[in-house]
């Protein structure tokens, strides 16, 4: 039987009524407030534990309405605490898949490391996303973009102090983190981007005071870019460090000791085995409950469950099929946010640009048959190469996935980037209907009758069942005539590959819900063109053309409808980025935290965050 959620109405009863006591014991004109005794602040395991609530259930992120214009959009500021906060105590440790060699430096950082390093956070950005999926203040109070989109102002909070003594956070310790982020060689999957932005030769980025930043990019650019690089957590998002260490130690020296802003501040890393973090006692946004957060590195699955039944984890990413083991522990919690997450397919080595041409990428290859040895769109080549994919894409059971790995915490996906927004963005007939025979006959046609193989690899990226899922995808390619060579690798080691755009395979690959649809489509501008560092797999004329416009669109109707022509488009082909499913977060709590909603971050909910909002049982 699935554990209940928990009753949210009863939790919010129970706070309501503890601060109506709290203002009448402040209302009676007390001159002395009692101390709390020995037994209510220990953490000792000695200590008599309390009963823990129920585990509250996050509610489901929202469609969010198209906004009017970009101008004069405002952050909303997150609350401030309602409350001093009790002296960090305890150690809490947890589970992670991969942490890699610790990367905290924007020059240096790659993923998974930009993912990782936001969720605890050791590091802030300036924005991060509220639960109706709407970007909210973080080191930016409040920002504001010119009717044409070529201005952004933001205004900083003041007095945020950088970690290990390192002063106060300023204006141009922003503009200098944006552009180690957007600095030439940066591995930052959204480099060019940021670097077209803040270090344009026909605009500026500049410093009006400490804490005034105003950026002119030379060009047009909408929220939705804007929005993907400035906030946390996610693997796309940025972070505020203090120039002057680098100033004083370099980067390379720097990174393994950053001065960063978050409530979490690096102390010791060992590459291959944990994170070690101490709590920042008086922090500007929020000083954590716990004195201490380890993460560690347990890529093995049962591993992972086993520290969590035992007590050596506090919480963990688990997979989906090992919700039972979780239940059975005692006390433990299990705390659902919906809306966690979308995983794709890509179709790797379709590099059209500079075919033919010292420019042209390692990766092209027209003799792959999901690859057309035509760039032209109604050649015959580019319509086989498209059935193949299609096939590919209509031979997987996306509700099997949902209803058995997924134990029915998600829903079949169509297109990425469009996740939530799929009824009310894509047009009806923009579905994948499970049809192994029409596969078999496509292949067929596209002459392909004995079959043909395909490498597949699951990207490691902290999402539920996705090497299962993709495991459960090569057998079901497997019954339509496809050899599939399946390859797990760490995606330390994948990545470089897909930025080298020379993987010639396919992968599933997971993402954070989008701020608005067609938030990644930069993942599929060419290296020729855009100076694009991820990559889908895909690189053409027509998508540099049209996601160029789509990210230019200041106009939200415009861009819109921009959005659906580029997703009809990718459907119709079958290009990248097909659907695989949507899903739920699920974040096991162990009997010595409580489970929490308050700072939950949900830029992306792939990996567990809000953790200086964690409290003791």
Same mark, same amino acid.
């Given at each position: 039987m699935r554990r209940s959620m928990g009753n949210y109405t009863t939790i919010v009863t129970i706070l309501a009524l503890s601060l109506l006591m709290a203002l009448a014991a402040a209302c009676g004109g007390t001159a002395q407030t009692e101390q709390p005794s020995a037994a209510q602040t220990s953490t000792d395991q000695g200590s008599a534990p309390t009963e823990p609530p129920a585990a509250v259930a996050a509610p489901a992120a929202t469609s969010p309405p198209a906004a009017a214009a970009v101008a004069a959009a405002t952050?909303?500021?997150?609350?401030?605490?309602?409350?001093?906060?009790?002296?960090?105590?305890?150690?809490?440790?947890? +589970?992670?898949?991969?942490?890699?060699?610790?990367?905290?430096?924007?020059?240096? !950082? *790659?993923? #998974?490391?930009?993912? /990782?390093?936001?969720?605890?956070?050791?590091?802030?950005?300036?924005?991060?996303?509220?639960?109706?999926?709407?970007?909210?203040?973080?080191?930016?109070?409040?920002?504001?973009?010119?009717?044409?989109?070529?201005?952004?102002?933001f205004q900083l909070e003041e007095g945020v102090q950088f970690h290990k003594g390192y002063g106060e956070m300023t204006a141009e310790d922003v503009i200098w983190s944006m552009r180690q982020f957007g600095a030439e060689g940066s591995k930052h999957p959204r480099a060019s981007n940021i670097r077209?932005?803040?270090?344009?030769?026909? +605009?500026?980025?500049?410093?009006?005071?400490?804490?005034?930043?105003?950026?002119? !990019? *030379?060009? #047009?650019?909408?929220? /939705?870019?804007?929005?993907?690089?400035?906030?946390?957590?996610?693997?796309?998002?940025?972070?505020?460090?203090?120039?002057?260490?680098?100033?004083?130690?370099?980067?390379?020296e720097a990174n393994g000791q950053i001065a960063a802003t978050g409530s979490w501040n690096l102390v010791e890393f060992r590459t291959g085995e944990f994170w070690k973090m101490e709590a920042v006692e008086d922090h500007w946004r929020k000083t954590p409950h716990f004195a201490e957060l380890i993460f560690r590195e347990i890529p093995e699955e049962s591993s992972r469950i086993a520290g969590f039944q035992t007590g050596n984890l506090d919480t963990t990413l688990m997979a989906f099929d090992s919700l039972p083991l979780v239940e059975e522990v005692d006390g433990a919690e299990i705390m659902r946010v919906p809306g966690g997450g979308e995983s794709a397919l890509t179709f790797y080595g379709q590099y059209y640009v500079g075919i033919g041409t010292e420019d042209e990428?390692?990766?092209?290859?027209?003799?792959?048959?999901?690859?057309?040895?035509?760039?032209?769109?109604n050649s015959e080549e580019w319509k086989n190469a498209a059935k193949v994919r299609?096939?590919?894409?209509?031979?997987?059971?996306?509700?099997?996935?949902?209803?058995?790995?997924?134990?029915?915490?998600?829903?079949?996906?169509?297109?990425?980037?469009?996740?939530?927004?799929?009824?009310t963005w894509l047009p009806p007939e923009l579905r994948w209907e499970f049809d192994p025979a029409r596969a078999r006959q496509l292949i067929a046609e596209a002459g392909y009758p004995d079959g043909f193989s395909i490498t597949l690899t699951p990207s490691l990226r902290g999402a539920p069942v996705e090497v299962e899922a993709c495991e459960a995808i090569a057998t079901m390619w497997g019954d339509v005539g496809v050899d599939v060579k399946f390859q797990t690798l760490p995606y330390t080691t994948l990545r470089p590959s897909l930025i080298g755009r020379n993987y010639q395979g396919s992968t599933c690959h997971a993402g954070g819900i989008r701020l608005e649809p067609g938030q990644g489509f930069s993942g599929m501008l060419s290296k020729l063109h855009h100076q694009a560092v991820w990559n889908r797999g895909i690189e053409h004329p027509w998508f540099d053309e049209k996601v160029s416009q789509h990210m230019a669109e200041v106009n939200t109707e415009k861009r819109r409808a921009l959005a659906i022509?580029?997703?009809?488009?990718?459907?119709?082909?079958?290009i990248t980025g097909i659907g695989l499913y949507n899903f739920d977060s699920?974040?096991?709590?162990?009997?010595?935290?409580?489970?929490?909603?308050?700072?939950?971050?949900?830029?992306?909910?792939?990996?567990?965050?809000?953790?200086e909002y964690i409290q003791h049982r």
């Open positions: 952050a909303t500021p997150e609350p401030a605490p309602a409350m001093i906060e009790d002296k960090p105590t305890g150690t809490m440790t947890v +589970g992670q898949k991969e942490l890699g060699p610790f990367m905290g430096h924007p020059s240096l !950082a *790659g993923n #998974p490391q930009i993912f /990782v390093m936001q969720t605890p956070p050791i590091g802030e950005s300036l924005f991060t996303v509220s639960s109706d999926l709407k970007p909210v203040s973080m080191l930016a109070k409040s920002w504001q973009a010119s009717e044409d989109g070529t201005t952004w102002t077209r932005i803040w270090n344009n030769e026909n +605009g500026h980025a500049k410093a009006i005071d400490d804490y005034t930043v105003e950026v002119n !990019a *030379g060009e #047009p650019w909408s929220e /939705v870019p804007i929005n993907e690089f400035l906030t946390s957590p996610s693997g796309a998002g940025t972070w505020i460090i203090s120039k002057k260490q680098t100033d004083e130690l370099g980067a390379k990428q390692p990766g092209y290859d027209p003799d792959l048959p999901w690859v057309s040895s035509n760039p032209d769109i299609t096939a590919l894409s209509v031979a997987i059971d996306r509700q099997g996935i949902v209803d058995t790995l997924l134990q029915g915490y998600g829903s079949p996906a169509v297109l990425w980037d469009f996740g939530q927004y799929e009824d022509e580029i997703a009809t488009f990718m459907f119709e082909n079958a699920l974040w096991p709590v162990g009997p010595e935290l409580q489970p929490w909603h308050e700072g939950v971050r949900y830029a992306d909910l792939r990996n567990i965050n809000g953790y």
